[in-house]
Each structure stands twice: as structure tokens, then as C-alpha cells.
């Protein structure tokens, strides 16, 4: 007889931690996934700042599952979800499960403003992060030879949107790179007439995190010469010009959109209940409402607990796929489901060169001794000893030397273009 | 006054040296090139095999010349060289010269056969070796879910064309990523039915090597399964099947084509006579005929030396690059130009681990001392302490324990362009 199929959608925190809390289940396990890597997210803005490599924070999923018979791996998209026949509809071929974990995340939500959607850079995968380092570099290059000083002036400005992790770390590592890099490269240009700018619609920076943090947090980014403006929000951004909803403008060429999130576009391929930002509702138990054998977990799950939706972040992903993979284990065993239950570990966020902020349980700290547990907590959490080893050595390598090595503008994307359309 | 104003265009080998040997020179140079790093070409049949990232063998233009007030980096294409105004057109603005060196290097030459222009594989720049990886890390994926024993025998036929260096080394490498990296990422996928050829259409493999290292050669592929086939030449690929010129086929997705090269098209935009190959003729002081001022050299140039052509190699463009820079001090202090002269470097290649074959003056040698001569050579001829640094790791990491970690497919290149068409 065939073992019991898990079917497991997304091969990001969630996904991967559900594959691995299944190792030793008598299960065979399929992992789908449109990539064939597993993405370390809270470093891509390290790639966009020409700091890292793209295969530093990139792991090949199937070397992650190596030596396990039961374990396969499918490259492809999923198109659409048949719950009543229990299978999966991808691009590459169809799939039939027994159990199913829905893991495929979240992307960038522009809440419904086309002109920010079509002009403002992402920070999510890969490319995102290839197109805004391309950018940056290029925003020097024609301010290099740029006569108006007007036009001059809105090239060498770069504006974030959003002041979470993402934003605040982004910021700060723009700064770092024109600040301390990028000046000994362009010495003719006046580096006094860069301006970054880090816009938050709230009235707080790394929400949820204790004031005094927040307001070093603020004071750091003034310090990397970033102003901070809070409860700014944008409504329009023509690729020239942002325009703000209290009225102001901003004339620049770069806005980099991390202010928001929401369900991937898979919620949309599975024809159940969904919730504020496209979130699939979940049972206390992580099902779906009566499909007890299809599981959803984090970014693309909707859950609530005290009254309040779980916010899209790693930790409830990684929470979550244990807990899915164990109530498959229970049913299979015979055992009633469990409800889950958060569990909220800390916050940790970098400024930049010795900056950053942490809270763990009732610990709250900021400044060396924080960086240092944030260099330490990311480098463990990386897979494998390689991408460890490459990424201490790169981080080393900056601190050392204020140098980032990887300010390379490619590949030449209209030149892969062309080369895609002869070769589909 | 303004300083002499030299222009180079190419950021190769050949126009990396020249602005260098111009270092000391009462000129100011200008360096156009429609990438912003250099790239060390030599190795990019290992970023496209997995073993290297990107940036382990480009560099950043700009950060080589730091600290040269009067050196300026122009990032652009040229379009158009008007001689009789020693003007340059780029994409990106103009440049007026007194002096020009075209080092603008040598492109994949396809021999008019246009279906292999439209389906082979090049590897002559970042976005070649990028969209190589991707595909044979893709071939991979397709075979593992292939029902059709034929299909799935091609997706597993690798084939590269040209029997020099790149098409030798490139066919090692395939070789040890299919035979020592890829195995356990693909448990239930049979290797025996992968095939490797490397075709080549004159009698001999490196031509120029003494004929016991050619031998040498053929049996170290064939040792590592590589079929190796003399006498060989393509005349078509449609994508799924080679037909050769003795009227032969191959069922395959693979053609890698390392079997010519020829001028840039730079060349079209210079209005001078053009020899074989497209390259631009030069005066035995390597000015084009009638414009002293304009000098070409390497791959974009024709230069006979006793009755034969100069073969288009990296030694040729960097003693030219030389030379070039010496005639010009040498006309700015009112002294005769002079003939230029090569001298024919050594050989070196390597067929894999611990298997190389070494030409140098009167020495000849193969098996592990020119590996080991191969691996100092090449990491000693890259830019840069932490390239070298790099490199050095990820060979040491391959050796010991048979793992390449940049088997990543990316980017994704339709993504990519949507993106690319959003953001002109």
C-alpha cells in the first residue's frame, strides 16, 4: 500500500519546518515549491545593498532533504487547489495528497495604488532585490554625469515606505552604503546632496516594540543622516515623484515599498473563506472549515488570538508548521487535534554598523551588545555551514573595511530578456 | 589647458591593462563600458556549472581605479565612432577624444547558422552563464518527472561544441556536477543515462598543444565519461536535436556553443577596413590605417604576425593593451612609435580535479602539478584580495566535500522582465 501523501505548499520557514517535523512520520512528503531554493527573506535587503550574494541567503531545497527516501521535491506553480478531490493543479503537472499544508506566504500589498504598485521597488525574492541594487548603483551613475542640479538632487534621493524591520534595516543600510562606501568610487560627486528617507504612516517605528527602543531606533537612523518621518503616508508615486496624503511631495526616483503585506496570491487558487488581507481563515486547529486534511500556516493563514489576527511574520510560520505537522501525526495515530496556541519570542531589528534593538521576554536592550546577538541569531538561522561561513566572512569584510564587494549591476535584465524569449 | 584626453572603450582584459599602463601618463582616461565591472572571463564556465557565484569573478570598474583623480568611468554603449571629429556615441551621452583605444573584445560567432544562433547556449558574459545554470539545474527537474524514456534520455544529453579551452573545461565540468555534485539531490533519477559529448570539428582537442597533451586531454575526459568526438561539426539545432554535418543527430536540449568567436560589433561602428572575422585592421604600431590617434587591439583586432593572424586570447589583448599605452607616451613625448611584437604565452587547462594540462616556453606537463599551477594562475590573475579570497574557499569547499552551493535557478528570468517592463 502507498504511505499517506503530505502535500506541502512553499518552501519558506513555514514549509520547510512543516517538512522537517514530518521527518519521522510514515509519510512519504512532496514539497512544492516555484523555486528550487529556500529563501533566507530577512537578509534580502543585504543583497539589494550590494552586501550579499544572492546564493548566501539562498540554499537548494533539495540538498536540505537529502537521504530521505520519502521526500520529493516538485519545481512548479500551483494554479489551482480541488479540495473536494484532494488535488493540486501546477504548471509543471498535478499532484494527489492526502494531506495538504498551505505555506506559500505573502507578497507585497500596495493597498490598491497602482501608480506606487507600478513604479515602487520591492523587497520579497530575489530579483526584488537584484532590480533595486541594479538601481541604486545606477541612481549614481547618471547623477555622475547629471548637469541639472534639480534632477541631480531627485536621483541621490532614496525613500523607504514602511518603518518595520524591513524598512528600518533597509534604511539603514542605504545610508551605510552611500555614507561609507560608495563616496572613495564617485569623487566628483557631492555626496552632501544625498538625502534618505524613511517614511512610516504610524506614529512609531518596529511597532509593538517598547518605547525607549523606538525612540533609539529613531535617534540611530538620524545619526546615519536618515530622516525619519513619521505618520507620513504616500498615496501616489509616478516614478518621479512621490506624492504624500497629507499633500507634500517628494521628487526622487526610488521608492523602495516595505509598508505592507498581505496573503500570497494562492489564497486565491483555493475556494475557501478569507479574511482581512486575503488570509485563509483556519480552525483553531490550522484547518481549513471542513477540510480537516488541508492545513494553512502563516502569512497565508488567517488566526486570531486575543481578539487580534497573528501578525505576518517567520516565528508564527515556523509555530504553526510544527503544530500542523503534529496534529497530521495525532490524526494519524488515532489522537484528537490540538488548538494552537503563539507563543511570541522577541524582537530584534539592526540600524547598522554596532545598532540595534532586541527584546527578548522581559529583556529589553539596544546598541553593541544587541547588534552583536542580532549578527549571531541570523548566522545560526541560516542553513548550512557554507552559507554561515560566507555570510560571517562577508559581514567581516564590510566591518572591516567599509567595502561591499558585491556592487555588480546585472545581470543586463533587458539582455535576459531577449535571451528568455528565444529560449522559452 | 585640459590634459590629453585618452578614451577606452572595453573594460576587458585588454582596456583594464591599457588604463593601467596609462597610470602614469600626463592624461586624463575615460573608460566606457555597458557593464560596470570587469569580468574575468576565463571562469565563467564555472559560475555556469554551479561552482561560482557572479561576483566571485566581476569586479567593480570603479573600485579599481580609486584614487586616480584623473581617471573617469563612463558607463554606456557606444553606438557610433566618427573619426574625422573623434567623437564616441553611447546610449548615455558623447565623449570627444584625442586618443581611443578599441578594446571592446569578441562575441560568440555562430557561422551564420541560425537555428544554432537561436537554441544554443553562449558563455560569453554573466547573463550566458547565468541562463546555462539555470537550464541544466532545469534539465534536472524535467528528467526527474519524465514518463517517456526517450524524452527524458535527451533532457540528460549534454552537448558542447568546440574542442578549445572553454568547450574542454566547460564539458569537466558538467562532467563532476553530474557525476559528484547532483546524484543525491536526485535519489531515484538514473545517472547512467546521462551523456556528456564534446564535439569537436577539427582532429584535435586544444589546438596548439603538443600532442601527447592533446592525448592527455581526450583521455582525461574520457575518463570522466565525457564522449569526446573528432572531426565534428554542427550544421543545425532546433532546440531538440543536433544534426551534424556528416549528416549525424543528437536528441538533445543542451548545445553549448564555445566553438568560435569573433569582433564585437563594435566594429560595424567604426568606419575602417575590417579583415576576417570582423576585426578591425591595424598598422603594425596597431593604429587603425590613416587614424594614429585610434588604436585597437585584442579580439576587436587584426594583427598578422609571421603570415598568420593573432589568435583572440586574453595574452594577446593584455601585451596589445601594453603596447598601445607606450606608443601613445611615446607620441606625447615626440618619440617614434613602435612595432608591436607578441609573445606566445603558455597553455594551461584544466579537464577537472586534479587534472590539467601546462604549456609553458619549453615545459610540458599534465596531471596534478598543472592542476595545481592552473588553480594559482587563475586565482593570482583575478582583481582583488577578496575575489581571490572567495574563489580560493569555494574550490577548497568543492574539493573536500564534492558540494556546489550555487545550484540556485535564478533569476527567474520571466519575472524579471515583467519587472524590467514596468521600470524603463
Do not use: C
Amino acid at each position: 500500500m502507498q504511505k499517506t501523501h503530505v502535500v506541502i505548499v512553499g518552501a519558506g520557514f513555514g514549509g520547510l519546518k512543516a517538512a522537517q517535523a514530518l521527518a519521522k512520520a510514515p509519510v512519504r512528503i512532496t514539497l512544492v515549491d516555484r523555486r528550487n531554493y529556500h529563501l533566507f527573506q530577512p537578509l534580502l535587503y543585504q543583497v539589494a545593498t550590494a552586501e550579499l550574494a544572492p546564493a548566501d541567503i539562498a540554499y537548494p531545497i533539495r540538498k536540505i532533504f537529502r537521504g530521505r527516501p520519502d521526500f520529493g521535491f516538485h519545481l512548479g506553480e500551483v494554479q489551482k487547489v480541488n479540495l473536494a478531490e484532494k488535488k493540486l493543479y501546477t504548471d509543471t503537472g498535478d499532484l494527489a495528497y492526502d494531506y495538504l499544508i498551505l505555506a506559500a506566504g505573502g507578497e507585497t500589498n500596495h493597498f490598491g495604488m497602482e501608480s506606487v504598485a507600478k513604479n515602487s521597488f520591492g523587497l520579497k525574492d530575489i530579483e526584488d532585490s537584484i532590480v533595486v541594487r541594479n538601481h541604486l548603483l545606477r541612481m549614481f551613475e547618471l547623477a555622475g554625469r547629471e548637469q541639472d542640479p534639480e534632477v541631480r538632487r531627485a536621483l541621490l534621493t532614496f525613500v523607504v515606505a514602511g518603518g518595520g524591520p524591513t524598512g528600518v534595516e533597509s534604511a539603514g543600510a542605504i545610508s551605510e552604503l552611500v555614507g561609507l562606501v560608495l563616496p572613495p568610487d564617485y569623487p566628483h560627486l557631492d555626496f552632501s546632496q544625498v538625502r534618505i528617507i524613511l517614511l512610516e504612516a504610524a506614529g512609531r517605528l518596529l511597532a509593538g516594540i517598547p518605547d525607549r527602543l523606538g525612540d533609539y531606533t529613531f535617534r540611530a537612523l538620524q545619526d546615519k543622516q536618515v530622516e525619519v518621518r513619521l505618520n507620513t503616508a504616500v498615496s501616489e508615486f509616478n516614478g518621479e515623484k512621490i506624492i504624500l496624503k497629507s499633500g507634500g511631495e517628494i521628487a526622487t526616483r526610488t521608492l523602495i515599498w516595505a509598508a505592507g503585506v498581505r496573503a500570497a496570491a494562492l489564497a486565491n487558487a483555493v475556494d475557501s473563506p478569507k479574511a482581512s488581507l486575503n488570509r485563509l481563515v483556519v480552525t483553531p486547529a490550522l484547518e481549513l472549515p471542513n477540510h480537516p486534511e488541508v492545513f494553512a500556516i502563516g502569512d497565508l493563514a488567517y488566526f486570531e488570538q486575543q481578539g487580534r489576527p497573528l501578525p505576518m511574520v517567520a516565528p508564527v510560520a515556523v509555530q504553526q508548521a510544527s503544530h500542523a505537522a503534529q496534529n497530521i501525526m495525532r490524526h494519524l495515530a488515532g489522537q484528537d487535534r490540538l488548538p494552537f496556541v503563539y507563543k511570541t519570542p522577541g524582537i530584534l531589528a539592526t540600524i547598522g554598523r554596532n545598532k540595534a534593538v532586541a527584546v527578548m521576554g522581559r529583556w529589553q536592550f539596544s546598541g553593541f551588545f544587541a547588534w552583536v546577538l542580532w549578527l549571531n541569531v541570523h548566522i545560526l538561522r541560516l542553513i548550512g555551514f557554507h552559507n554561515r561561513l560566507s555570510v560571517s566572512f562577508s559581514w567581516a569584510w564590510e566591518y572591516l573595511f567599509y567595502d561591499r564587494v558585491v556592487r555588480l549591476m546585472m545581470p543586463d535584465i533587458e539582455n535576459l530578456r531577449e535571451k528568455y524569449v528565444r529560449k522559452p
